[in-house]
């Protein structure tokens, strides 16, 4: 497995703090060894919301919203439009105290942006 990308503090709103990390992966497994890899990080760890997404080639999307309703589905979209294949993508938000309401699908998709653009720049 190829060691997992993580871009700690790329942008706050409202108070509300956000991450993005992911990895080339191939099965479910795969996917839960770099939630762990990631959450071995006490920060990550005790993170508001750890949201992900993953178009598998062998099964087909899957997501997992971690309480930040609906995140999953927008990351599974952004995967699909960039037909980025075999890739865990993991959005990290710390709750600020404030509600952000939709804006947060927004900044999902800033975040995935970012780690889209970061990965593209690496060899």
């Not at 703090?17 to 920060?43: F, Q, W």
């Amino acid at each position: 497995m190829t060691a997992l990308r993580i871009y700690d503090g790329i942008f706050s709103d409202r108070g509300s703090k956000y991450a993005v990390a992911g990895a080339p992966v191939r099965s479910k497994a795969e996917i839960d060894a770099c939630l762990k890899e990631l959450k071995r990080h006490k920060k990550f760890a005790k993170a508001t919301h750890n949201s992900w997404g993953c178009y598998l080639s062998e099964q087909g999307p899957i997501k997992h919203d971690d309480g930040e309703i609906g995140a999953g589905m927008v990351i599974i979209r952004m995967l699909e439009r960039e037909a980025l294949h075999d890739h865990l993508i993991i959005v990290t938000r710390w709750f600020g105290g404030t509600k952000i309401g939709g804006d947060r699908f927004r900044r999902i998709q800033d975040a995935v942006r970012h780690y889209l653009d970061e990965t593209e720049k690496q060899p």
